[in-house]
């Protein structure tokens, strides 16, 4: 219980955050969502519980309609029960019965074809009204038939015979088939109505001759029953079936489905499964509801299937224009919110996302004024306070580089320039007349790196002198470690030629490979630099495959390019390096290009390091002629 409290807490806790991260145009928006979305539900619900009213009141009126076509139907087959049983025990039939006709005497059986017919059928009723004995097959095989005197063949006979008249178990029970051609024609009508019947027999038995004496046919048309409902159907928007007890078709309102003479699958199948005699059912073709009455005087059925859609169709109209009313009302609403927000709110938020900018370092954060309403007002004033920071800003930083400047000037006048390098001329002149050239070069390459790091007092330099400088200084090391230490260069000179970088940017990247790589290495120092331009920036990436770092010395090297040096670790740094570290690249990037970042370092112990900054694309056109950026850049 406890666990389940918690968690909907948690879920209160969800939602309220969700809709505190919603901006003012969402929540409004969700307000209106809040109002009108609600209507919609109890719109629906009323519209819902009407449909369920008028469903109910249908079945109960199509339960009555369906009754009523029973009982129509009910009092055809009673109709037609009197008229088998009048003739049931009739003298007058023996004498034809126990005639047997041969080929030549087909005339005679014509005659007293026509004979009973008109003395015997016709004379019971007069006003010939009543359904009359279609044929009858006598116990002697012969037929008479009443309907087409000549279609007594034994291809008819053969229809009969396959239909089992003549079944003991028929006794004197009326018998019914399903749905088919009026085989007692030969030649059928054009009408599918009046070309199909449904053939119900009965065998007819003689207590005094103790035998079945014949079978009375009776070929009910589809007509005959069809009319019985015809007006009901016509004023109805779904289907009327008559059906046998499993499911056989004996009339429907559906001309296709006479065609064919048997109904659906999914019909039958509905009908077959239902619970009760009024329900609504689902089959393929949707919702459906479903009346049945049975039959008092056999096992057929009628069965009225009307589409729920055709009965609530006025109603689901009307809901649905309500319903798109409503969407039109809410997508309104959103356009009304909209445009509020835009006239009001828009300039708020652009002032919010402005403070944003200015609160990460962006002093440039202005806003366009386009509002000239107190908003306007406001933005403009706005405006003027960011560059009334922004001057002072700019001034403060001038002084601060300045500043710096006048302290590398003090520190480079520390040293005369011409006093070493005529000292090192000396040495490379002493060095080669005592057949060591490579102390030469060494002091040459040391020479080269001074005059390159001072570059006539300039911050700025091309990224060719950068690399000059780096190149001098790999000199000094291969003369020291020899076949230990390998380095390349992967860049475009051509596309360097014209770029400019920020000086001593590229040296203490690779010293910083040998501080933290290359002691105790057992195999060779490989160093990689790579410079390339893309979108606006210059990156530089030096990887070696030194010693590595594990995570805790490198999250010691990160803090110290961040945050600076401890005074320990910069005196033992300093001992066996240049003096100048990541962090002073980091600081100086970050003080002439304003760049937070802009050196990550990557390591894996016993792999090597990676070592990538990045600092803005400088051409010279962003140079004065002192070698110092200008102040649009």
């Keep these: 219980m406890e666990v389940l409290q918690n968690t909907l807490k948690v879920i209160k806790m969800k939602k ?37 009213v008028m469903k109910q009141e249908y079945m109960r009126a199509t339960q009555s309609s369906v009754t009523d076509i029973a009982n129509k139907i009910d009092a055809k087959l009673l109709d037609i029960y009197s008229v088998s049983d009048n003739f049931a025990a009739n003298d007058q039939l023996d004498k034809y019965i126990e005639k047997e006709y041969s080929p030549e005497e087909q005339l005679y059986k014509k005659l007293d074809t026509v004979s009973i017919y008109s003395n015997i059928f016709s004379a019971y009723d007069i006003l010939n009204k009543r359904v009359k004995i279609s044929a009858i097959y006598t116990y002697k095989g012969e ?37 088919q051609d009026n085989f007692l024609l030969s030649k059928y009508p054009d009408e599918i109505r009046e070309k199909k019947a449904v053939m119900g027999i009965r065998r007819i038995y003689s207590l005094e001759k103790g035998r079945y004496e014949y079978v009375q046919l009776f070929a009910l048309k589809e007509k005959e029953i069809y009319e019985q409902y015809c007006e009901m159907a016509e ?13 056989n078709l004996i009339s429907s309102s559906n001309e296709e489905v006479v065609k064919a003479g048997k109904i659906p699958r999914e019909i039958k199948d509905m009908i077959l499964e239902r619970t009760k005699d009024s329900e609504e059912m689902w089959d393929a073709s949707g919702n459906q509801m479903v009346n049945v009455k049975a039959s008092e005087v056999n096992d057929w059925m ?12 006025e109603v689901d109209v009307l809901y649905y224009r309500i319903f798109f009313i409503m969407i039109v009302c809410i997508g309104l609403c959103a356009i009304m919110v ?31 004024v ?51 390098y005529n000292t090192l001329e000396n040495i490379v002149w002493m060095s080669n007349d005592a057949g060591r050239p490579d102390i030469g070069r060494m002091a040459a390459s040391l020479g080269r ?29 291969k003369n020291r470690y020899k076949e230990d230490f390998k380095f390349d260069l992967h ?5 360097m030629h014209e770029l400019y970088s920020l000086k001593i940017l590229l040296q203490p990247v690779v010293e910083n490979s040998f501080l933290y790589g290359m002691t105790g290495l057992k195999h060779p120092m490989s160093i990689q630099l790579t410079i390339k331009e893309k979108g606006g920036w210059v990156i530089i990436k030096v990887m070696d495959n030194g010693h590595g770092m594990d995570k805790e010395k490198l999250k010691e090297i990160r803090n110290q390019i961040r945050f600076g040096e401890t005074e320990k670790a910069e005196q033992e740094r300093n001992r066996c390096s240049t003096g100048i570290g990541l962090h002073s690249v980091e600081m100086r990037i970050k003080l002439y290009f304003g760049v937070d970042h802009a050196v990550s370092i990557y390591s894996k112990k016993d792999v090597g390091t990676l070592t990538v900054i990045r600092i803005p694309k400088i051409t010279r056109d962003d140079v004065d002629e002192n070698g110092n950026l200008k102040e649009n850049k």
Excluded at 457 to 473: C, N
Aim: proline share 4%; no cysteine.
């Design 16 to 52: 309220r955050n969700k809709r505190k991260n919603l901006g003012l145009k969402g929540k409004m928006l969700f307000g209106v969502l809040q109002v009108l979305i609600p209507i919609m539900i109890i719109i629906t619900i009323l519209f819902w519980n009407t449909r369920k």
């Design 143 to 179: 037929l008479f038939n009443f309907l087409e005197l000549d279609n007594n063949t034994k291809e008819v006979i053969k229809i009969l015979q396959d239909m089992n008249i003549e079944d003991p178990d028929l006794l004197m029970k009326f018998h019914w088939f399903p749905l």
């Design 235 to 247: 004023s109805i928007p779904g289907d009327i079936y008559i059906i046998t007890g499993d499911g």
């Design 302 to 313: 009628t069965v009225m299937i009307i589409p729920v859609k055709a009965v609530t169709k």
């Design 338 to 368: 909209l445009y509020l927000y835009k006239s009001f709110m828009d300039p708020i938020g652009e002032l919010n996302a402005s403070m944003k900018k200015v609160y990460g370092g962006n002093l440039n954060a202005y806003i366009e």
């Design 370 to 420: 386009k509002q000239k309403n107190e908003m306007g007002d406001m933005i403009r004033y706005y405006n003027s306070m960011l560059e009334r920071i922004n001057t002072h800003f700019i001034e403060n930083l001038r002084a601060e580089r300045k500043k710096k400047e006048l302290e590398l000037e003090v520190l480079m006048s520390q040293i005369n320039p011409h006093f070493l």
């Design 449 to 477: 790196m001074y005059r390159l790091s001072i570059s006539g007092g300039q911050v700025i330099v091309p990224m060719e002198h950068e690399i000059e400088h780096l190149m001098a200084y790999v000199k000094i090391q």
């Design 491 to 495: 860049t475009d000179m051509q596309q």
